[in-house]
Protein backbone atom coordinates (compact mmCIF):
# COMPACT_ATOMS: atom_id res chain seq x y z
CA UNK A 1 0.00 0.00 0.00
CA UNK A 2 1.28 3.63 -0.36
CA UNK A 3 2.07 5.60 2.00
CA UNK A 4 3.22 8.59 -0.02
CA UNK A 5 1.66 9.28 -3.09
CA UNK A 6 3.85 12.68 -4.00
CA UNK A 7 6.96 10.75 -3.71
CA UNK A 8 5.19 7.00 -4.42
CA UNK A 9 6.41 5.08 -1.13
CA UNK A 10 4.99 2.27 -0.18
CA UNK A 11 4.66 0.18 3.22
CA UNK A 12 7.04 -2.26 1.96
CA UNK A 13 9.58 0.45 1.13
CA UNK A 14 9.86 2.07 4.87
CA UNK A 15 10.40 -1.37 5.91
CA UNK A 16 13.60 -1.97 3.88
CA UNK A 17 14.60 1.95 4.88
CA UNK A 18 13.45 0.64 8.54
CA UNK A 19 15.72 -2.86 8.30
CA UNK A 20 18.47 -0.48 6.55
CA UNK A 21 18.52 1.72 9.66
CA UNK A 22 16.12 4.05 9.60
CA UNK A 23 14.70 4.95 12.99
CA UNK A 24 12.86 8.47 12.65
CA UNK A 25 10.81 10.38 10.14
CA UNK A 26 13.62 13.07 9.61
CA UNK A 27 15.90 9.84 8.26
CA UNK A 28 12.95 8.57 6.42
CA UNK A 29 12.14 11.68 4.63
CA UNK A 30 16.05 11.93 4.08
CA UNK A 31 15.93 9.15 2.88
CA UNK A 32 12.83 8.08 0.70
CA UNK A 33 11.25 11.98 0.53
CA UNK A 34 8.18 10.98 2.01
CA UNK A 35 6.61 13.48 3.80
CA UNK A 36 8.42 16.14 1.98
CA UNK A 37 6.03 17.75 -0.36
CA UNK A 38 2.35 18.30 0.73
CA UNK A 39 2.65 16.69 4.31
CA UNK A 40 -0.35 14.38 4.36
CA UNK A 41 1.16 10.87 4.96
CA UNK A 42 3.56 12.23 7.95
CA UNK A 43 1.28 10.50 10.22
CA UNK A 44 1.09 7.20 8.89
CA UNK A 45 4.47 6.91 7.49
CA UNK A 46 5.33 7.41 11.57
CA UNK A 47 3.03 4.78 12.63
CA UNK A 48 4.23 2.79 9.68
CA UNK A 49 7.88 2.91 10.78
CA UNK A 50 7.45 2.21 14.15
CA UNK A 51 5.69 -0.63 13.60
CA UNK A 52 8.45 -1.91 10.74
CA UNK A 53 11.40 -0.91 13.67
CA UNK A 54 8.93 -3.08 16.03
CA UNK A 55 8.81 -6.12 13.72
CA UNK A 56 12.89 -6.32 13.44
CA UNK A 57 12.83 -6.71 17.29
CA UNK A 58 13.92 -10.16 18.13
CA UNK A 59 10.90 -12.57 19.42
CA UNK A 60 10.85 -12.38 23.62
CA UNK A 61 11.15 -15.92 24.82
Known amino acids: MYI????G????AIAEAAAAGVSDLN????RTG??????CCR?????????AIYQ???AAA
Open 4 to 7: CICH
Open 34 to 39: CGSSCG
Open 9 to 12: VTES
Open 43 to 51: ESAEETLAL
Open 27 to 30: ALTA
Open 56 to 58: LQP
